[in-house]
């Protein structure tokens, strides 16, 4: 027996050199709590938790918890606020952010996405409530739309990208082109699930618990993580006309997108579904084989759309779509003609889809970002939302004289209005001070090196607003100083102050959103 001492003396120097950097570099004495098996900080974990979507951010966190339930994560916040020697805690789901937002440095990042195999995502129907489904903060919207359309069921609204998990969406708002008609995905939720900063498990809803339910919702994970949701459905329509129209003139592009939302009530049957816009610009590799600006339009027609791009610098394109089933297959044709009745969209510049209601909700593919072979690229983008009444100083001073003049911006351009009477004040989210406003995505790419760029022509859009007296918010926001924050959040900056308090008083969550952790 004596001469196998050496082989197992050799192996367990082997794991303790294997183990002993988890357990030494990890925050003080997570080694000895239960969920240490589920704390990881290989280089694998460390390097999917340090970056994010927008690659333009790096932060090393100490250790990665991939939990086995969401007991894992109440431990791990509990000992955080129990232990002598602070760390932060970042839930991290898709980890879709483009600055940091889902990174904690130095600290613990939880990879929600871990909890997956739960599978929890149940549909159900109350009296008081109508048809549900109890989804977990870990879930993806994908999964959820599979999950209900099994039962003839969907919720109402979506995201234009539905590969994001539910407490990722509902931690920042949730928009897309049903927003004007719905709401935001948080005006969206009967109830939650959530662990709070001080680690404590609370269910909560506009009944229950009411101040911590508005808090999160819209809260960039200031006050807790969300472990569950429950979302409101409604019976899934089966297919959807699907319309792009061209503008030359801004004026009309942004009256008839006014026009097309003010008439909308939830409940009209002869209502618009979505309705969002984009920018086809004279820019980049125009007319080249895979052209996103082209592939919604037919092939004969693109040699007449480039011409008119190269034309006028910028084309503004109004995209609706209208749901339907069986009952209104007889109907639909018809009731989108009394909605464009009176439009003023360049003539013979109308293009109409049939499509599955999963096709168009899916419509922007999931598999890109997993794909090895892709090289990485930066994601530089800036999210505003535009007051109505300064949209057109907006598209004069930004899009005319700052976007086309540098002549850079090559990626998506989103550009859609929203009723304000959809949003609900009592939740953290913010948004303009006016009845109806816009939503501006400038959603660049890049190379990894190559997105500075963009970032300057970010800064000097926003400079233009602030000269310009524009009141722009900040969707997704990235601010720096607390300043900053409390100019964001404007009136509810002190109940946000309150809230952090109440449900995070040692700010522990969140730190990469830099709002009480600006260093």
Same mark, same amino acid.
């Given at each position: ?85 602070? @760390? ?256 003023? @969209? ?13 096709? @168009? ?102 400079? @233009? ?55």
């Amino acid at each position: 027996m004596a001469e196998n001492f050496p082989i197992i003396a050799y192996f367990m120097v082997i794991i303790f050199i294997y183990i002993s950097p988890l357990i030494m570099s990890s925050p003080p004495k997570l080694q000895n709590l239960p969920i240490s098996t589920t704390l990881r900080n290989d280089p694998d974990a460390i390097n999917q938790a340090s970056s994010d979507y927008g690659n333009i951010v790096k932060e090393i966190p100490a250790a990665v918890l991939y939990p086995s339930s969401i007991n894992d994560i109440a431990s791990l916040i509990k000992f955080a606020n129990n232990n002598s020697s602070h @760390f932060n805690i970042a839930a991290a789901g898709q980890s879709h952010s483009v600055r940091g937002q889902a990174m904690a440095r130095d600290g613990v990042v939880v990879n929600m996405r871990a909890l997956e195999e739960r599978g929890n995502i149940v549909v159900s129907w109350s009296p008081s409530l109508g048809f549900f489904a109890d989804v977990g903060g870990e879930q993806l919207w994908g999964d959820v739309l599979r999950a209900t359309l099994e039962h003839g069921l969907s919720p109402v609204s979506w995201t234009d990208y539905v590969y994001l998990t539910v407490g990722g969406t509902l931690s920042n708002a949730g928009i897309s082109g049903q927003t004007f008609r719905f709401g935001p995905q948080i005006n969206n939720v009967f109830e939650m699930d959530v662990i709070t900063g001080t680690g404590d498990f609370v269910t909560c809803s506009p009944e229950k618990n009411t101040n911590l339910f508005y808090a999160v919702l819209g809260g960039l994970g200031q006050f807790g993580i969300i472990t569950r949701a429950r979302i409101p459905l409604e019976p899934s329509p089966k297919r959807v006309k699907w319309v792009r129209m061209l503008y030359n003139d801004f004026s009309a592009f942004a009256r008839d997108q006014q026009r097309l939302i003010s008439t909308n009530g939830r409940k009209q049957s002869n209502a618009l579904n979505y309705l969002e816009g984009q920018l086809l610009m004279n820019q980049g590799s125009l007319g080249s084989p895979g052209d996103w600006r082209l592939s919604f339009f037919p092939s004969n027609d693109h040699s007449r759309i480039i011409s008119l791009i190269k034309k006028y610098g910028i084309i503004y394109c109004l995209e609706v779509a209208k749901y339907y089933d069986d009952h209104t297959l007889e109907s639909v044709d018809e009731e989108l003609q009394v909605l464009f009745e009176g439009l003023s @969209f360049i003539t013979g510049y109308m293009f109409e889809k049939d499509v599955s209601y999963v096709d @168009f909700i899916s419509r922007v593919g999931g598999n890109e970002d997993d794909d090895d072979d892709q090289p990485k690229l930066a994601q530089p983008w800036l999210n505003l939302f535009v007051p109505k009444s300064q949209i057109s100083d907006f598209n004069y001073g930004v899009l005319m004289d700052i976007v086309l003049k540098r002549n850079i911006t090559t990626g998506l351009v989103l550009f859609y209005p929203m009723n304000r009477n959809k949003w609900d004040d009592r939740m953290t989210a913010v948004t303009p001070d006016e009845d109806v406003f816009y939503t501006i995505g400038f959603l660049h790419s890049s190379g990894l090196d190559e997105w500075e760029p963009f970032d300057a022509q970010n800064k000097d859009i926003l400079q @233009f607003c602030y000269d310009a007296g524009i009141k722009v918010k900040q969707y997704l926001p990235n601010h720096k100083t607390k300043e900053e924050w409390e100019k964001h959040f404007g009136i509810k900056w002190r109940t946000v102050l309150e809230r952090k308090a109440l449900f995070d008083p040692k700010m522990i969550l969140s730190p990469g959103q830099r709002i009480f952790n600006n260093s």
